[in-house]
């Protein structure tokens, strides 16, 4: 009798037992992003860099220094919007490196290592989360631009591409997160890192000022930074100023360079992303 009812029991419990289905990396980062979604859901202050410091941005640069400077070609608010979606786009890096410090400092990523699923899945859906997180503010932006009056003048395939850029320079940008994330220990040293990196990488570009009146040296390291392919491609793509012949290389094929940085950016830093993000969750 004994037997029989321990048998039954454990039948009982075999019937009962969930069943799990494999998947696979692409469903597993997908889960990833749910969960980032979730949690800026139940957070939703964490959306005030996309929100808030954009328009704070346009209408601080526009309305105060955009009196005061003098852009070629087109109206400075014009001028101005491809300059604070190319930073914000740049600052995706504070983003996925603050919040992959945050979760290797809370423990959230050893009990991910816990669950059945690929190490990587949880950069993967990391960086797409951050990459639809940055897509809000370029929204915000967009939708803040014309209001103030700037407007895209070209055809729809070509304010398609722009946008396209923006989003692939941001996902270089995301790895040089991932990097700074793995390899920092604390959010506050991430942040304080990437505002001494990234914030003179930003100004000294053709975000927010024409580089022709900069001192040669100056100017030289603004026309080949990274940031300033991708604004001056955002402006040709836009119809937001006009080409420049006489620039360095970067600048008068902006489009093409900008799908190089930011092709090397990944090539690059996601090898050493991946490295330093193993050797952190090592056993």
């Given at each position: ?28 980062a997908g889960l ?133 850029l923006v989003l ?116």
């Open positions: 009798m004994t037997s029989e009812s321990t048998t039954s029991t454990a039948a009982a419990r075999t019937v009962n037992r969930p069943q799990i289905n494999p998947t696979n990396l692409w469903q597993q990833m992003v749910w969960r980032n979604l979730i949690y800026t859901k139940r957070m939703p202050e964490m959306l005030s860099d996309v929100t808030v410091q954009p328009i704070m941005f346009v209408l601080l640069f526009a309305f105060v220094f955009g009196a005061a400077i003098d852009a070629p070609g087109a109206s400075y608010k014009e001028f101005l919007l491809p300059g604070i979606m190319g930073q914000t786009m740049m600052f995706t890096a504070f983003i996925v490196a603050s919040g992959l410090t945050n979760d290797l400092e809370k423990g959230i990523i050893d009990r991910f290592r816990s669950l059945p699923i690929q190490r990587s899945s949880v950069l993967v859906g990391r960086a797409l989360a951050s990459l639809l997180h940055s897509s809000i503010g370029i929204v915000v932006m967009a939708l803040t631009g014309l209001i103030i009056g700037w407007r895209i003048r070209t055809n729809v395939v070509d304010a398609v591409v722009g946008f396209a692939l320079f941001g996902f270089g940008m995301i790895w040089f997160g991932v990097l700074v994330g793995s390899w920092l220990r604390s959010v506050e040293a991430v942040n304080g890192f990437l505002f001494s990196t990234l914030f003179p990488l930003s100004f000294l570009s053709n975000a927010f000022v024409p580089t022709g009146p900069m001192p040669t040296v100056l100017r030289v390291i603004a026309e080949w930074n990274p940031m300033s392919s991708l604004v001056q491609a955002l402006r040709v793509s836009w119809g937001n100023g006009p080409d420049m012949p006489d620039a360095a290389l970067p600048l008068q094929h902006p489009v093409l360079s900008t799908v190089i940085w930011s092709l090397a950016l990944t090539a690059v830093f996601a090898p050493f992303a991946l490295r330093a993000y193993t050797r952190r969750t090592a056993d």
